[in-house]
């Protein structure tokens, strides 16, 4: 006997989401933060001031100079030099561009693995589930920086068993969510319809599953690019993460170490800063994202 | 004087998306001892109406108009520590959802004994005998025991009179039950009905009954009040309307009663559905699904006497007898 | 059970893991050393057995307590991991101690009134206590309070006096200050996990219709607040912080580098690197005995914590 009001069907679920997250001032700022430096990232070959790399260009006499002075080469160091004579301002810039590589690059490899992983689990259930549910239990209750030690540990430095190691260590969490969204949509009507349509299983779960479990694996997704990027920074500050030739900022920061208690803070700080900013850009972003997409504090 | 008279209430809901109009302009009072059965189906306002009475109104809602006098004081209003006194106190509430309205992590004792302290000075030992002797009241066997359990220890109905319990707890003036009955199968509902029945007839408790069972209505009630999209469409003793119901929307309600159909014969409904109640359409809100609509509905009609003590919101009522 | 088998899969791991990383005997025997030398530190390290067998007397040997000698130190792996446990035991749970203290009047307020300027101000703050790293953080607090104000100690681990036979730095003044920045450091991430927690919480229970009955008989907001809506979050609170634990002793490998501080941790950072496998694996077998005994405790409390569960158990 009761009948539901119908509500008027005003605008899109992408707009409404798109709207909901500028609702939120700081998560409008952090995408633009995240976007400037993403092009800065990007375009550094183009922008630096200097070559840090190249040891050619590179004066030691230059090394040590404080913020906002002018190096031999007639360039301004807006941020000083480090004690090899490099310009911190081109540094950080070169920097990011190795940071946010492997932040991205290992989320975006670890959310295909685990993702993948997830909806196989998922879709398949049974041993194949229960198998790959023990894995994801088993990596995360390990802690993430002794698994990445240990596993830099057994390969070696260098960027590319970074990477590795980061995707090692994060698809586990890609897994779960998604795992968890499919086994919902999996018993919905529509998924039903597919199967008894004799649909392709891969075409099930990559066209019909996957769209579905979309949100949720969004926002693991930008909380995760985060999460590398500070991981990867920890790994090479702590002396086993990129070679000393390309220096994420996570080295940048390492290098400026022992001369903060001598005062020479720059070495340190402004590549922290950076670091920083990225990746509470990227934080503010998710959480909006998180708040905007969880079902459970609609009314 | 009325326990309860409730002047031109209305209560809107200012939400990103627009402004719902969810109670709009309800009058109505309840006499000393008296059962005013709210009828109406989702979204027709009723539960915000309730919730209106008792002051639990959230935001982004608010009450934008009108009066509610509780023995003689107006409520609207009135500053949150003084309603917080009358809460629990004379006006108490029943919920629909038992399993949710008890807090899962505290005893029972606990939360019956909070609500005694809330409003008496009396020490822990007194404030336990009087919620031992309200479990009693309501039917609870072996209350000591039963004080000392979580409240997912019970079986739904239990749940429902241990709220019950609450509610007698300070003898409220007026007890507002939000469609106590809903969440429970039909035999304890028999059974928590007369039990309530019983109690108000002994203790001159006025009582809201909110559902959308007329059926539960029927059997309960003095007065009724019908309400669709946000407002009173009809009103009157509750034999009168149920026998000779003059709105169309009521005439539909009780047409659609399974047990009024004649079987074989394809059962009655009102076509269509509510409209949302952000954009309601001028005029009379029920003209939609209505085959008596025509021109004279496009303005909303005032709720008029049309017998004595008869209201109903309508220009085409059905003034005949309902065909057997 | 469940733990002894993962114990078992953790040994085996570890072993083969850490057995094949790189080859100690470039490292621990210097490079002119003559074949005969070579041979004498091989056998002396067990080093030439075939790897089942090293595994075998690896196991044989942890049963009774005896995870190898450090190929740096030269004295048993297991004790020298004893002797920086307090260490690092006291940093875990001073920051433990400080989340929770920061954490829950800030989350609690956060979540009470969720639209004010305060509430969006901690939540910001929040954001940024979880994206800082932890070891730049470390450096910020040396620079501001220990270079530039110079009111706390920048490096190392203060005095110590002993309770039950063991050094603890918390004990004396001197220790308490040594151990502020560090602590701090330590418990930024789990301040704002906690106050994210519970504002969570906090929005979800305010929301829940026991809440509204609560207020509809008439209890005041104060009882409200501190007994319904508290007592439900602090089961996940508490779960998680529970469980976080394990990982912040694992963590404090990072903030034990930052401040020189004397444990578990920088002993681990300094083993991988000149590769003294003993310690390596000795210090993996503690961390995952103790990520059992913590789950196992948290398994304990939340059965106290929730009813719900406590007596399903029982029926």
Same mark, same amino acid.
């Given at each position: 006997m009761s009948a539901t009001a119908v509500a008027p069907q005003v605008e899109t679920p992408f707009r409404r989401f798109v709207s909901e997250f500028c609702a939120s001032p700081l998560a409008v700022g952090g995408f633009v933060v995240f976007v400037i430096i993403a092009l800065v990232a990007i375009l550094a070959p183009w922008i630096?001031?200097?070559?840090?790399?190249? $040891?050619?260009?590179?004066?030691?006499?230059?090394?040590? $100079? %404080?913020?906002g002075s002018v190096g031999g080469s007639g360039i301004t160091h807006w941020l000083g030099t480090d004690d090899q004579g490099r310009d911190m301002l081109s540094g950080i810039m070169y920097g990011l561009r190795i940071s946010l590589m492997v932040g991205v690059g290992s989320a975006l490899i670890a959310c295909l693995v685990g993702a993948s992983l997830g909806l196989l689990a998922a879709y398949a259930g049974g041993r194949t589930d229960t198998v790959i549910m023990r894995l994801v239990d088993l990596q995360l209750s390990f802690p993430t920086i002794l698994a990445a030690l240990m596993i830099l540990a057994f390969l070696g430095k260098g960027i590319f068993n970074v990477v590795i190691a980061l995707v090692i260590v994060e698809w586990a969490y890609y897994a779960r969510t998604v795992r968890g969204s499919a086994l919902v949509e999996r018993r919905r009507e529509y998924i039903e319809a597919a199967v008894c349509l004799a649909l392709p299983t891969r075409r099930i779960l990559f066209n019909h599953l996957l769209p579905n479990c979309l949100p949720p694996l969004i926002v693991v997704g930008t909380m995760q690019i985060a999460r590398a990027i500070a991981l990867e920074a920890t790994l090479s500050f702590l002396?086993?993460?990129?070679?000393?030739? %390309?220096?994420s900022l996570g080295l940048l920061i390492a290098n400026g170490y022992e001369y903060m208690l001598s005062g020479k803070y720059w070495i340190s700080f402004y590549p922290g800063i950076a670091l920083l900013v990225t990746i509470v850009a990227i934080n503010l972003m998710g959480d909006q994202m998180r708040d905007v997409l969880n079902p459970r504090l609609k009314k | 004087m009325n326990t309860l008279e409730v002047r031109g209430l209305s209560t809107h809901f200012f939400t990103r998306a627009g402004v719902v109009k969810?109670? *709009? &302009?309800v009058s109505f009072s309840v006499g000393r001892g008296k059962v005013m059965g709210l009828v109406g189906e989702s979204g027709s306002g009723k539960t915000v109406t309730g919730f209106s009475v008792i002051g639990l109104v959230d935001a982004p809602g608010r009450i934008v108009s009108g009066e509610i006098l509780f023995k003689g004081r107006n409520?609207?209003?009135?500053?949150e520590e003084e309603l917080r006194d009358l809460r629990g106190n004379r006006i108490a509430m029943i919920f629909q959802d038992p399993m949710m309205t008890l807090?899962?992590?505290?005893r029972v004792d606990t939360q019956m004994i909070e609500t005694v302290q809330a409003h008496q000075r009396v020490d822990r030992e007194t404030a336990r005998q009087r919620a031992r002797d309200a479990l009693g009241m309501v039917g609870i066997p072996s209350p000591d025991e039963r004080l000392k359990s979580?409240?997912?220890?019970?079986s739904g109905g239990m749940r429902q009179r241990v709220a019950i319990a609450i509610a007698l707890l300070h003898q409220p003036d007026l007890i507002i039950a939000d *469609?106590?009955?809903?969440?429970? &199968?039909v035999t304890i509902q028999g059974q928590i009905l007369a039990e309530v029945q019983k109690l108000a007839a002994n203790t001159g408790t006025s009582l809201i009954w909110i559902t959308h069972d007329l059926s539960v209505v029927a059997g309960l009630a003095d007065d009724i009040a019908v309400m669709y999209a946000g407002r009173i469409v009809e009103q009157g003793s509750v034999d009168q309307v149920l026998d000779v119901p003059f709105h169309p929307y009521t005439h539909g309600l009780i047409g659609s009663v399974p047990s009024r159909n004649k079987r074989g014969v394809p059962l009655r409904q009102i076509p269509g559905t509510t409209p949302s109640l952000m954009s309601l359409p001028p005029g009379c809100a029920f003209k939609t699904r209505c085959?008596?609509? &025509?021109?004279?509905?496009e303005t909303m009609p005032?709720?008029?006497?049309?017998?004595?003590g008869r209201f109903a919101r309508?220009?085409?009522?059905?003034i005949e007898t309902l065909p057997a | 059970m469940q733990s002894g088998f993962v114990l078992v899969a953790m040994s085996l791991l570890v072993f083969l893991g850490v057995y094949a990383v790189g080859d100690p005997i470039e490292i621990l025997i210097?490079? @002119? =050393? @003559?074949q005969i030398e070579k041979e004498r530190a091989i056998r002396a390290l067990g080093l030439d057995l075939p790897l089942w067998q090293q595994y075998l007397v690896f196991v044989g040997k942890a049963l009774q307590g005896d995870l190898g000698r450090s190929f740096?130190?030269?004295?048993?792996a297991i004790q020298l991991i004893l002797q920086r446990m307090p260490a690092t035991l006291e940093l875990a749970f001073g920051s433990m101690f400080l989340s929770i203290l920061i954490g829950l009047p800030l989350g609690l307020y956060a979540g009470l009134r969720p639209n004010g300027a305060l509430s969006k101000g901690i939540m910001a703050g929040s954001i940024l206590g979880f994206s800082l790293p932890t070891f730049w953080v470390g450096l910020m607090l040396i620079m501001v309070f =220990?270079?530039?104000?110079?009111?706390?100690?920048?490096t190392g681990r203060g005095d110590t006096a002993l309770l039950f036979g063991i050094p603890w730095s918390f004990l004396t003044l001197d220790g308490l200050s040594h151990i502020l920045l560090p602590a701090i450091n330590l418990s930024l991430f789990k301040i704002s996990l906690v106050i994210r927690l519970t504002r969570a919480g906090v929005r979800e229970t305010m929301l829940m219709d026991y809440v509204k009955f609560a207020r509809a008989k008439g209890l005041s907001p104060f009882r409200v607040t501190f007994v319904h809506v508290f007592k439900n979050i602090m089961i996940p609170v508490v779960t998680v912080v529970g469980l976080e634990l394990g990982g912040t002793i694992a963590f404090s490998v990072v903030t034990e580098s930052v401040f020189a501080w004397p444990g578990m941790g920088k002993l681990i950072i300094d083993s991988i690197n000149v590769l003294d496998r003993p310690v390596i694996v000795a210090y993996l077998m503690m961390i995952v005995l103790m990520f059992i005994i913590i789950n196992l405790a948290v398994d304990i409390l939340y059965t106290v914590l929730d009813p719900r569960v406590r007596l399903e158990a029982k029926a």
């Open positions: 630096a001031p200097q070559n840090p790399y190249d $040891l050619a260009v590179l004066d030691i006499m230059d090394g040590r $100079l %404080e913020p002396g086993l993460g990129v070679p000393i030739t %390309e220096p | 969810a109670v *709009e &302009d409520l609207v209003g009135m500053g807090n899962p992590v505290l979580y409240p997912h220890q019970f *469609e106590p009955t809903t969440a429970l &199968d085959e008596r609509a &025509d021109a004279a509905c005032a709720l008029a006497e049309i017998a004595t309508c220009v085409h009522p059905h | 210097s490079p @002119d =050393a @003559d740096v130190f030269n004295e048993p =220990a270079v530039q104000l110079g009111w706390l100690p920048s």
